[in-house]
């Protein structure tokens, strides 16, 4: 269940270990290289907070289609059809939108950052969503070609905040330097929580670990713990 003031990650272990989970309102980024699972663990967050809590959320995709990300997650048991939860998480996807602005010739006259907040913003007050989760901030800016990404950054955070959302902004990581866990080196600043996956390799094995780099107001793990898919509970565990 959510602690009073947080929203529970439902990964088992997890939550324990940092004062019940996520202080609401906090921005927090889910950072990692790719297989590290960073959609499936914050749709994950997102599922369980409303299957458990009554919480609802939206989830913003680009690296995946609408579809193809519900198709993914049904199949691990994370099935947005299903009664409980059907009205009330909302899936955009705005890869798909791009491509039929690009169509009409419109994708570069758009202001998308204004647009992506104006459209929050209506959701917001349609259908009083809590939890937002942005996959990805690099496909973002890749697919809008934006002049001043961190600029951009610094405003979307804030409206983000200024909505009173508790926000997951996935960003993918490259190579092995892990002291910049966005791309465009602001976003853990103006951040509220960090949440580190990485793919540690043994020889043949490979292990994924988590790390609470940073969370604001909580007194959280330290270090890097290997976790994993529980198919039988729908979920995540630390080990």
């Known amino acids: 269940m959510t602690s009073e003031g947080r929203i529970a990650t439902y990964v088992e ?17 889910v950072a990692g290289s790719s297989g590290s699972m960073k959609s499936t663990l914050t749709f994950s967050m997102l599922y369980n907070s409303v299957l458990n809590d009554n919480t609802s959320g939206i989830y913003v995709t680009l690296e995946q289609g609408k579809e ?13 059809d299903d009664p409980r939860v059907r009205n009330r998480i909302a899936i955009i996807d705005l ?23 104006k ?26 070609k934006m002049d001043n ?20 902004f996935i960003c993918e990581m490259t190579g092995e330097d892990h002291k910049q866990f966005g791309e465009y080196g602001v976003e853990d600043y103006l951040s509220d929580g960090v949440i580190h996956l990485v793919m540690d390799r043994h020889g043949d094995e490979v292990k994924r670990k988590m790390s ?23 979920q995540f565990s630390i080990l």
């Not at 272990?13 to 927090?28: A, F, N, S, T, Y």
């Not at 791009?98 to 994708?107: I, K, N, Y």
């Open 13 to 29: 272990g997890l939550d324990e270990r940092m004062q019940g989970g996520i202080p609401r309102k906090h921005i927090v980024l």
């Open 68 to 80: 193809s990300l519900q198709s993914h997650m049904a199949g691990m048991g994370m099935n947005i």
């Open 95 to 117: 890869a798909g939108l791009r491509v039929q602005l690009d169509e009409q010739g419109m994708s570069g006259k758009v202001d998308w950052m204004g647009q992506l907040i």
């Open 119 to 144: 459209q929050l913003t209506n959701y917001r007050k349609s259908i009083g969503f809590e939890v937002l989760i942005f996959d990805s901030l690099g496909a973002f800016f890749t697919l809008t």
């Open 149 to 168: 990404p961190r600029d951009e950054i610094f405003r979307l955070f804030e409206a983000v905040r200024n909505l009173g959302l508790t926000a997951f």
């Open 212 to 234: 609470i780099v940073k969370m604001r107001h909580t007194d959280h793990m330290l270090g890097y713990k290997p976790f994993n898919w529980k198919n039988v509970d729908n």
